[in-house]
């Protein structure tokens, strides 16, 4: 699994690689998947936490080794303290919790999922500018509303 994940931390998406010769570092939209609560790959988990706090939650699948999770991870740490009381964040290990990582269809690190109360969400992988994330979180919070 670990030398999955570690081929996976480094692969890029022919869109990642168009849109950074291009200069860009947001996702494409070939990088960003929706899904509902019925899709395969939703757990017990995620509904639990969710519907439990009615709030809506941000989990980050990362690794240890995982050179672009390491990048991340400060940017979540300032996110986190922005919507402290609004959004549960959330940290997943892969090689801590493989079975998770897989069930959710972690394909590559890092991957953030935006979950609303509901249960369907939305993931972004790769390391994001703040913008990025913070324009992610609003509409998390607008559909949440909803």
Known sequence: MAVLLLAACNKKTENQKSSEAAGGNQATQSEMSVASPDDEGQTEWI????????KPMVID???????????????????????????????IDVDQEP?????????????LM?????????????????EVIEAKIAELLKRSAK
């Open 47 to 54: 509904k639990q936490t969710t519907i439990m706090s009615s």
């Open 114 to 130: 935006f979950v609303t109360p509901k249960g369907d969400y939305q993931t972004i992988v790769g390391v994001q500018p703040a």
């Open 61 to 91: 699948f990362f690794a240890t080794w995982c050179g672009p999770c390491k990048q991340l991870a400060p940017i979540l740490d300032e996110i986190e303290q922005n919507h402290k009381g609004e959004v549960i964040f959330r940290r």
């Open 99 to 111: 079975e998770m990582a897989m069930e959710f269809g972690v394909e590559s690190i890092p991957m």
